[in-house]
């Protein structure tokens, strides 16, 4: 079965960049949509975008002035970039298999944006 | 784009059957078959339970069914177990090419 696990910093400035990879494992990028999705401390669940092995991506219309996905298909890795950070950016990011329905997921990773 | 509908909070007793559901309008829920729900424990990361409205993934038990009439989606739950009580979130596709998560229901087993 296929695993995913995110890395990236854990505390970012605000107004900074934050960026988060989301390595898979145990199967391959190829032939798959790979996608982000956030969840605020005590809140629901929000989906970010996602990215096919080919670099076709679709962003939440929300975030997607700020938002960047791209893949590493060597790498077997796919990552994250949001700028322009605020508070309201803190957030458990998930990576996961999928463009509409998500069966596999990473375990999260709390990002906070704070000075 | 709004976040789809739920119910706060469902309980029900050991062995009841539940039903959350999940209120869109017809560019989402209502116009397309692709809701998705997923199972959350606290602190865990969130687990597909049910795709394309009715369709359950490989392991995950028949007592969770899917189902859509209109612009709403329920998720219900028979048989209800212990190991049930977490959050449940719906999912959908909408007419602009992107996805909505609903607000989120806690169910608990009394």
């Known amino acids: 079965q296929v695993q995913l696990q995110e890395s990236g910093p854990g505390l970012v400035k605000p107004s900074e960049t934050l960026s988060l990879t989301c390595t898979v494992s145990?199967?391959?990028?190829?032939?798959?949509?790979w996608s982000w999705i956030r969840q605020p401390p005590g809140k629901g669940l929000e989906w970010i975008g996602y990215?096919?092995?080919?670099?076709?991506?679709n962003y939440n219309p929300s975030l997607k002035s700020r938002v960047t996905i791209s893949v590493d298909t060597s790498k077997n890795q796919f990552s994250l970039k949001l700028s322009s950070v605020t508070a309201a950016d803190t957030a458990v990011y998930y990576c996961?298999?999928?463009?509409?329905?998500?069966?596999?997921w990473g375990q999260g990773t709390l990002v906070t944006v704070s000075s | 784009q709004s976040a789809l509908t739920q119910p706060a909070s469902v309980s029900g007793s050991p062995g009841q059957s539940i039903t959350i559901s999940c209120t869109g309008t017809?560019?989402?829920?209502?116009?397309?078959?692709?809701v998705s729900w997923y199972e959350q424990h606290p602190g865990k990361a969130p687990k597909l339970m049910i795709y394309?409205?009715?369709n359950r993934p490989s392991g995950v038990s028949n007592r969770f069914s899917g189902s859509k009439s209109g612009n709403t989606a329920s998720l219900t739950i028979s048989g209800l177990q212990a190991e049930d009580e977490a959050d449940y979130y719906c999912?959908?596709?909408?007419?602009?090419?992107?996805?909505?998560f609903g607000t989120g229901t806690k169910v608990t087993v009394l």
């Open positions: 996961a298999r999928g463009g509409g329905w998500w069966g596999d």
């Open positions: 990215i096919y092995f080919t670099g076709t991506t």
């Open positions: 017809s560019s989402d829920v209502g116009g397309y078959n692709y």
């Open positions: 394309d409205v009715s």
């Open positions: 999912n959908s596709y909408t007419s602009s090419n992107t996805y909505v």
């Open positions: 145990g199967g391959s990028i190829i032939n798959h949509y």
